[in-house]
């Protein structure tokens, strides 16, 4: 069974910044691209970052594009964001989810881990 | 940058019925990279359909998708009460990579 747990969510102060992580299980973790995306409180679906599989590739929303660094770690199977010079506008729960082999879309997500930037 | 519009904001509609759901992009959009989500309350978003008219492994043939160039559409044929959720499109481009539709929420009658 494929599984996706995020974890590393927290409350953080502007300016501050933090490292989500995905554990990723069930599949060959090192196949995969593996993507970020994130949802604000009540609002929709912004994506935010994906990475190819052994790291060749990696893209950024512009919204983040400089402050926020995805890697991977296919030994671990693991992925990761680093988040850095965060603001009330990276408030979300932010969801790993994989790339559907040979696709173009997402077709497994984890349940999220929530980011809150507060002072 | 492609931007996708769905409408309409919000359906009401009863079990039974028949919901459709469209998705019009800005510029036209390769049907291969266009898909649907279905995302209930404090879940995660699920993949209903891939390259614009694919099921995704084990989604209901209750839910169908087509369209192509500009205008999509989720049609779902009769609702079940699971089905009301909310429902996002998602296009795969260059820059950004991937971007969502605001979503449709799909709401009980």
């Known amino acids: 069974e494929v599984q996706l747990v995020e974890s590393g969510g927290s409350l953080v102060k502007p300016g501050g910044s933090l490292r989500l992580s995905c554990a990723a299980s069930g599949f060959t973790f090192s196949s995969y691209s593996m993507n970020w995306v994130r949802q604000a409180p009540g609002k929709g679906l912004e994506w935010v970052s994906s990475?190819?599989?052994?790291?060749?590739?990696?893209y950024y929303a512009a919204s983040v594009r400089g402050r926020f660094t995805i890697s991977r770690d296919n030994t671990q199977n693991s992925l990761y964001l680093q988040m850095t010079s965060l603001s009330a506008e990276d408030t979300a729960v932010y969801y790993c989810?994989?790339?559907?082999?040979?696709?173009?879309?997402?077709?497994?997500w984890g349940q999220g881990t929530l980011v809150t930037v507060s002072s | 940058e492609i931007v996708l519009t769905q409408s309409p904001g919000t359906l009401s509609l009863s079990p039974g019925e028949r919901a459709t759901l469209s998705c019009r992009a800005s510029?036209?959009?390769?049907?291969?990279?266009i898909a649907w989500y279905q995302q209930k309350p404090g879940q995660a978003p699920r993949l209903l359909i891939y390259?614009?008219?694919n099921r995704a492994p084990g989604i209901p043939d209750r839910f169908s998708g087509s369209g192509s160039g500009t205008d999509f559409t989720l049609t779902i044929s009769r609702l079940e009460p699971e089905d009301f959720a909310v429902y996002y499109c998602?296009?795969?481009?260059?820059?950004?990579?991937?971007?969502f539709g605001q979503g449709t929420r799909l709401e009980i009658k």
């Open positions: 990475v190819s599989t052994v790291t060749t590739y990696k």
């Open positions: 510029q036209s959009v390769s049907s291969n990279y």
């Open positions: 989810a994989r790339d559907r082999y040979g696709g173009y879309e997402l077709d497994y």
């Open positions: 390259g614009a008219s």
């Open positions: 998602q296009q795969y481009g260059t820059s950004p990579s991937i971007t």
